[in-house]
Nanobody
Framework: QVQLVESGGGSVQAGGSLRLSCAASGYIDSGYFMGWFRQAPGKEREGVAGIDTGDGRTYYADSVTGRFTISQDNARNTLYLQMNSLKVEDTAMYYC????????????????????WGQGTQVTVSS
């Protein structure tokens, strides 16, 4: 059973930075694809960034490209999301997700394609 636990959320002013962490436990091998998603009130959950834990391929939503960086620490089974130059519109609940099926540029952001989800961590950016 895969379990994902996010941490690192909080409140920050626009222009600030936060680093989210996702601790993964259970059976996750190098074939897993992992991603960060977010959901703002009244909006659908959307993909923010994804990474193939085997070959390190990364993907980003256009809205965060150049500001956010997804990375992994395989030794600690931890996924990170470094968020810089935060904007008010980045305010949302952020979720970590994992799936054993590899994904690519046209599929990494599809919410239904992920089998495992964390409970989320809130990020609030104020002006």
């Amino acid at each position: 059973q895969v379990q994902l636990v996010e941490s690192g959320g909080g409140s920050v002013q626009a222009g600030g930075s936060l680093r989210l962490s996702c601790a993964a436990s259970g059976y996750i091998d190098s074939g897993y694809f992992m991603g960060w998603f977010r959901q703002a009130p009244g909006k659908e959950r959307e993909g923010v960034a994804g990474i193939d834990t085997g070959d390190g391929r990364t993907y980003y939503a256009d809205s965060v490209t150049g500001r956010f960086t997804i990375s992994q620490d395989n030794a600690r089974n931890t996924l990170y999301l470094q968020m810089n130059s935060l904007k008010v519109e980045d305010t949302a609940m952020y979720y970590c997700a994992a799936d054993p099926v590899s994904k690519y540029s046209m599929s990494w952001f599809r919410v239904p394609d992920y089998n495992h989800w964390g409970q989320g961590t809130q990020v609030t950016v104020s002006s």
